[in-house]
């Protein structure tokens, strides 16, 4: 039985809640919250390059979750891919004229959600959930320990 003070429930409430809430808010650009805060990174490093993996390891996502994303970005317009010059292998993932366009308004939208879900709290009291739920995440890290890229070796290999 869960104790009422399970951790785990909440984050997961609060998780669905918030995807729910982005989701309706971008509905009119034709982006989900994944592919906003996907875009997002892209846009915000669009002066290096970047790739899927960077996007992996940033948001803590597995390969396929990625590339599902980028693949779904590229089919609306707000993705193109560059051969990286350094590595032929790896294809450098480049925001279009149409990304950037949306690029204020999804942001926006963002900041409200974020300003809705601090309501009434104080800096301070921000400043503290933001270390523990920081703490959450080391502690989890800490348990499974994987690249988010990386495939599971597979037993006996």
Same mark, same amino acid.
């Given at each position: 039985?869960?104790?009422?003070?399970?951790?785990?429930?909440?984050?997961?409430?609060?998780?669905?809640?918030?995807?729910?809430?982005?989701?309706?808010?971008?509905?009119?650009?034709?982006?989900?919250?994944?592919?906003?805060? %996907?875009?997002?990174?892209?846009? @915000?490093?669009?002066?290096?390059?970047?790739?899927?993996?960077?996007?992996?390891?940033?948001?803590?996502?597995?390969?396929?979750?990625?590339?599902?994303?980028?693949?779904?970005?590229?089919?609306?317009?707000?993705?193109?891919?560059?051969?990286?010059?350094?590595?032929?292998? @790896? @294809?450098?993932?480049?925001?279009?004229? @149409?990304?950037?366009?949306?690029?204020?308004?999804?942001?926006?939208?963002?900041?409200?959600?974020?300003?809705? %879900?601090?309501?009434?709290?104080?800096?301070?009291?921000?400043?503290?959930?933001?270390?523990?739920?920081?703490? %959450?995440?080391?502690?989890?890290?800490?348990?499974?320990?994987?690249?988010?890229?990386?495939?599971?070796?597979?037993?006996?290999?």
């Amino acid at each position: 039985m869960l104790s009422e003070l399970a951790i785990s429930p909440r984050i997961k409430r609060i998780s669905n809640a918030l995807e729910r809430k982005r989701t309706l808010d971008l509905e009119d650009m034709d982006l989900t919250s994944s592919q906003a805060f %996907v875009l997002g990174y892209v846009i @915000k490093h669009r002066e290096e390059p970047v790739t899927s993996g960077d996007i992996c390891r940033h948001f803590d996502l597995s390969h396929p979750t990625v590339t599902g994303i980028l693949q779904r970005l590229e089919c609306k317009g707000f993705l193109t891919y560059a051969e990286d010059s350094t590595d032929r292998r @790896k @294809k450098q993932i480049c925001a279009t004229e @149409k990304a950037l366009a949306v690029q204020q308004n999804a942001r926006a939208r963002c900041q409200e959600t974020e300003t809705l %879900v601090s309501g009434s709290m104080t800096e301070e009291e921000l400043r503290t959930l933001v270390s523990l739920l920081d703490r %959450v995440i080391a502690n989890i890290g800490q348990v499974d320990g994987l690249d988010p890229c990386q495939k599971p070796k597979e037993e006996g290999k």
